[in-house]
């Protein structure tokens, strides 16, 4: 059973950058894609950006490419988010979920999910 533990989720304003944090259980990283994913008040939980632990390929959504970086530190079995010039819309409550090899933008497609972490961004 894979565990998964956000943090670093807080307000932020418009322009500003925030770093969330997934803590993930130490069989998650060398067989495990790894993605981030967000649902704001009264819509669909969406992908916002993954990786493959062991080949490091990243994937992103649209709306966040180039200004969110997701990476990760075998070290510390850590998966980061780096979210640059935040923009309103990205207010959410941001989960990390992983699910076996493959990333995919679908969240129906991963087994294990963190309890999310809140991040605001104000105008």
């Known amino acids: 059973q894979v565990q998964l533990v956000e943090s670093g989720g807080g307000l932020a304003q418009a322009g500003g950058s925030l770093r969330l944090s997934c803590a993930a259980s130490e069989r998650t990283s060398s067989s495990y894609a790894m993605g981030w994913f967000r649902q704001a008040p009264g819509k669909e939980r969406e992908f916002v950006a993954g990786?493959?632990?062991?080949?490091?390929?990243?994937y992103y959504a649209d709306s966040v490419k180039g200004r969110f970086t997701i990476s990760r530190d075998n070290a510390k079995n850590t998966v980061y988010l780096q979210m640059n010039s935040l923009k309103p819309e990205d207010t959410a409550v941001y989960y990390c979920?992983?699910?076996?090899?493959?990333?995919?933008?679908?969240?129906?497609?991963?087994?294990?999910w963190g309890q999310g972490t809140q991040v605001t961004v104000s105008s």
């Open positions: 990786l493959t632990w062991s080949g490091g390929i990243t």
């Open positions: 979920a992983a699910r076996p090899y493959k990333v995919t933008l679908s969240r129906h497609d991963y087994e294990y």
